[in-house]
Each structure stands twice: as C-alpha cells, then as structure tokens.
C-alpha cells in the first residue's frame, strides 16, 4: 500500500498541537527518516556470505522454508529472503539452535534417503516428495524451529533481513506504517460517534 | 561482607525498589515533597528514542522484559509436587516497568471490589476478604490516576461505572472497526459496550504527544510517548528535582535491617554484578506481584527468620492473576485492526455473574487486536487450523486485515495455597534462589473464564462473523501477567503484611506498593489500581515523614 507523506505530516502536526516538546516535533520526521533509511539499506545489501549456514545447509534450509510459505501466486519464503533472516538469527539471538539445526540437518538426510533412496537431498526432492517427508517430521522440534523461523522472518521489518520488499507485508495488507489515522477499516468509515445505547443510564 | 561503599554513602531518606508502576510514582510524590529518593531498578533506563517496531527484539530478545534465561522461573502445581523450570510470569524490566509495554487499559475497580467478602460471604478453598479500605477513599487517588499520567476515556459512559469526582482529562481514543462490530453486536445483546478508558493520550495532554496510531502498542514502548507510561509521565518529574536518582541494572538482594527491626538499606549488584549497599531511612519495595514477596523472602535474617515482615506467613501467599480468554471472528471486509491501539470499546455487564449460576466471578470483555504480523501469524489462527504450507499462507492472506478479537478478562479468588516463594534448587544469573510459582485456578475462576468465553462466541454471532474460533481457549494458567496479592493489606497483622497505609506490620520504616498489595483480583485490568494505591500510599507516607514518625532529613 502506497503510504502519503504528506497526509503523514498533516497529521502528525495536527498531533502534537499544543505540545511544548519542540523537540519531539522537530525530530519526529527524522525519526521516521531513519526507519526508512536502515530499511532500504537492508533491502539493497543482502549478504554475501552466510554467517552459519554451509551452501549445502542453506540449500536445505530455504527449501524446507519455501514449503512452509510456498511461491504461488504470490511470492513466498525464498523470494522474501528468508533463507538470510534465520541464518543472522543463527548467529546472533538464537544461537543457542545451531546444534538443533545442524542435528536437524542430517536427520533430514537420513529421512530423505529413508522415503527417497534415490534422492540426493532435501532440495532435490519434487514438491509433492518434499511435502510428504515434511509431514512425517512436522511434530518434532527441528520442524518448529524452523517454522517459527521462516515465519518470523517472512513478516519481520525489513531491517532485520527477512520480508524483502515487504513482501510478508503486502500479502497480509499490514502496511508498516508509523503513523495512521481514522477511520481504519470499513466499518469505523460512518461511524456516527459514540452515543449512550438502549437502557443507558439504568442498570440491567 | 565484602560490600563495597557502605560507610561513605550517604543515607537516602528513602530507597524505593522498583521504577514501576508503582515505584516511579512514589519517588516522584517524595522528591517533588522534599525528601531524597534512591530508586534501584533492575532494568535499564530506555528513552522513547530507543523505541521502535521491531517484533524480532520484543519476540525473542526479551526487550522490555524479564529475561528467563538469566532469571528462570519454576512452576508446579500443588506443594505435593516439585517445581520444573518453566516461565511462570512476564513483567516489564525497565525504568517505568510493565507500564511500558502494556495495552493501556485503566480499568478502575468497582465498589463490590472491597467489600466483597460481606456482601457474599465465605468462599470455600478462598481466603476471601474484605480490603481494609473502600471505593470512597481510594476515589481521589484513581482521579489523580487519570489526570496526572494522563487516561483517554469517557465518563459516564458505562451504566457500571462506579461514582467518579472528576472527568476524563481527554476524551477517548477513536473507535477501531473491532470496537463498531463489538458495540453494535453487544447492544443487540442488550449489553452496554462503552470507549474503553486507555492510558494512552487522545490529544496532547501536560507536555506530551497524542497517539499517532501505529498501532505498536502491546508489548512495545510508544516511540512518541503517547502512551502515559511512567517513564514518561512521572520519572522525568521526579528526576527534574534534583532529588530523586534512579539508579538502573541493579538488582536487589536484601534489604537489610538493625538490632531494633528497622530496614537499614539494601544490598544489591551493580551493573558491574558487584556488591554495594545503599543505606537509607526507609525502604519501599515496588518490585511488583511477584519479585516483592521474592525480595522479602530473601531478606531472612536473625530477626526476621522466614523472611522480612512475614510474621503472618503469607508473604507470597494468595498469588492471583486473573482469568484471560480470547476468542477470534472474521468478517467480510478489511477491519485493519492493526492500525491503533490495541482495544477501543469494552463492555462491564458482567462484572458481578449472577450467582444463581452456581460460581462467583466476574469480568469484563472487550474488542482487540493484538496481531502485529509476527505474533498473529505464529499464534493468531485457530489452533487446529493449517500451521505450514499454501492452506496456511492462503489463510494469512484472507484473515489478516479482516479480523477481530475479543479478549476477556475476569476474576482470580484468593486462594492460600497459590504463592510464590523461593526455589530451593534452581538460581538465577545472579546466584539468587529462582522465582517458583505455585498455582491451581479456583475451580470457579475456570467457570467465570468459560462463561465469558460463551458470551464473547455470542457476540461474534451477532456480530456476523463468518468464521470464528477460540484463540487463546479457558485452560488452568501457568503464566502470569498480572501478579497480585502476595503482600496483602489488612487491618490485622496476623491475616495480612502491611496495613492499609501499605506499611508493614512488622517493620516500621517499610513500606510495601504494588500489585501485591491487592486483597481481591478485581475482573483483570490492575494498572490503574496499583497506580491510585501508589499515589495514596506516598500521600501517607509524606504524612509520616513530616511529622516525625520516619527520621528524614526534609
């Protein structure tokens, strides 16, 4: 969704009306600069390299992702960059995975060769083949972890690597916008204002 | 004891625990009264500039609140059992406290509130009972509330309201289209949906911004401050003094006392985890529901050997937290209910349940929406609807805008056996005993949770929604928000811990504010009520002082 700066501003001025924080009314649009700034930066610079993640892993890694928010009609997981997201996740805050991931890994190499012996990996598999490992092991805690990763990833801000483009954002219709005013939806469009209601005033 | 500074530091007239709730508005009363505070607070000092949208840093960096890596929690049942680690309760660990992050709702308590244990009576598998104080005193401290951190709302809106001397200072926030659905539906009910009053400013109110709707407000800090947080509304006038220094990263752990009982001060780590101590002429612990009873536990001593001020035993006894249940409707066109705050219309029809049902208990309901995209589509659809996989990306797509919740919240009854108290095993980061949370609903609090469970299906059912489910169903709790009860007031110091000036009965230069002050739950908003006895609590306190009753220096 396109946002409008300029209705943007009209609002935020109308805001802070009457505020004496002369500050926050003198920052507040470079605060909103910055935002957009770190997140254009994200979306121009994705990595070159991956902080954990071997080209092997990574390959299984998206291809397990982009089954739980598939490319159809709309862009998925690989095309947000998910792949980038839980590899910085890696890292960083949720380091303390690695050995669930790694561990994970080579149990979906076994359980490929298991259902698939002539399978190589994981991301070799068709679509179809994928989907039905991925039901055999959708209870187990590697699964969770990297479903809870491709999705935190796919709707994350932009600064944080994942949602490329926003493309998490715009299929749900969240516009990321810091500043928004009434009406919100379709059925605060003609809402009247609040008026006391049947038997207002007297207790039930 | 190998602590640092304790001769050269100069006595604080008051060292306050905690820079929440309820501790940022005691300092602020006692440093604009003259008197030199010391706050110690176990979190850092953020400003509203470090506030930002980031659900990653709120959803698995723990932010704005307990880290239950380095302070795990342990949670059991019944004493019958043993303890297992497992986060038993949330609160907000940063200068201003829970108030931060929270939702906004100010829900005042009602009159039956204080009074419910003679007008019901006795409850059995409750120590149910009487607040020491009423509706009518607590009134002015509830106006102060709304008017010096600043509540959107409209009086008189509510038939249920109870009697209140003074408007709102600003009107409510605009309704969301959660909040039309909800107050159509609800009056179709013959129910009474009213703007639901919000701790976040309308309009510009005593030198801070209006809410600009961004719609990041649970679990978030307002990056414009229009969210009347403490930090904002109270800390820069208490700092602003020159009297009162917060002193951040610092974690409490004992307050120390003399040979006569008095507090002396307190022993906590810095930020560098060494020893200090901070003397002072009297302590008041504001480290909420759960950390107060733990502080107070730690604090044993020869004096004083099941804990400070425990003489009665029920520090850390009859724990509530209050029922919450959410339930989810869809609907034809886009609500973009995540734009905003997070609720806009409530409704308090239930607030007593007729007891011809057969349970006590009561609550409130209202119309929310708690999706920030990462949250809702980890935990926003049905439970047993699609986890992975094109079904599950299709149903983002189709519900996220055009969905609605309605949350409701309702009573905990004050059960003895329900506590928190110090795991004798597992530690936290610092080597002090964990927090163990002991916890079983009253069988009546599940069947108040489900009966609002019901009404909130009806509502949606009125409201047209073409699907809907239950998001967060009634089932027995084991996480905690709100966190009340463990140091209750009372007129007897063999049923309670402090009196109703929230001294403690044992210790003269003690006192203790916050949510476990609390006799009773109330039905599931604590934020306003804290506040009102906060404010009450520093007027007495003030009086005390002056006239010589606490030695001072002002």
Redo the contacts between chains.
Sequence with gaps: MARQPASRRQ??SR???????AW?AG??PE?LAA?EHARSAAQTDSPAKFEFFTPEQAAEVEAVAA????T?E?P?AREARVLYFIDR?LAT??RDKQALYSKGLRELQQKCVELFPSAATFSKLSSPQQ?EL?KTI?KGEFFEAV??HT??G????P??GGNYQQI??K????D?????????????RD?PG?E????????? | MSIASSKSTPAADFLIVGAGAAGSIIARELAVAGFKVVVLEQGPYLKTSDFDHDEVKIVFESALVNDTKRQPNTFRRSDQEKAKVHPAVIYGRMVGGGTVHFTGNMWRLHEIDFVERSRIGAISGTGFTDWPITYADLEPYYTKVEWEIGVSGLAGASPFDPPRSKPYPVPPLPVKSSGVLFEHAARKLGWHPYPTPMAILSQPHRGRAACVHCGFCEFFGCEVGAKSSTLVAMIPEAQATGRCEIRTNSVVRKIEVDKAGRVTGAIYFDAQGREQFQPAHAVVVCANGAETPRLLLMSKSNLFPRGLANSSGLVGKYFMQNGVNVVSGVFEHPLNDFKSVVVSRVLHDFYQIDPKHGFYGGGGMDARFEGTPISFALGGLPLDGPRWGREFKTMLQEVYSRTMEIASHSTSLPVETNTISLDPEVQDAWGLPALRMTYRDHPDDLKTMQFFQDRAMELLEAAGARQKWVSYPVHEQDFAFHLLGTCRMGGDPKTSVVNKYHRAHDVPNLFICDGSSFVTSGRGQPTCTIQALAFRAADHIIRSAKSGQIKSSA
């Design positions: 609002f935020l805001s802070l009306a009457g505020v004496g924080s926050l920052n507040w605060i935002h089954q739980i928010i598939p159809d709309t998925g996740a805050f949720d989907i991925l959708e479903r809870v999705i935190t796919f709707f994350c801000d600064e944080r998490g954002w299929l749900i219709g969240f990321g916008a810091h500043v928004n005013e009434p009406p919100f939806g379709h059925y605060d809402y609040w006391p209601g049947n038997g207002s005033g007297e207790k039930p």
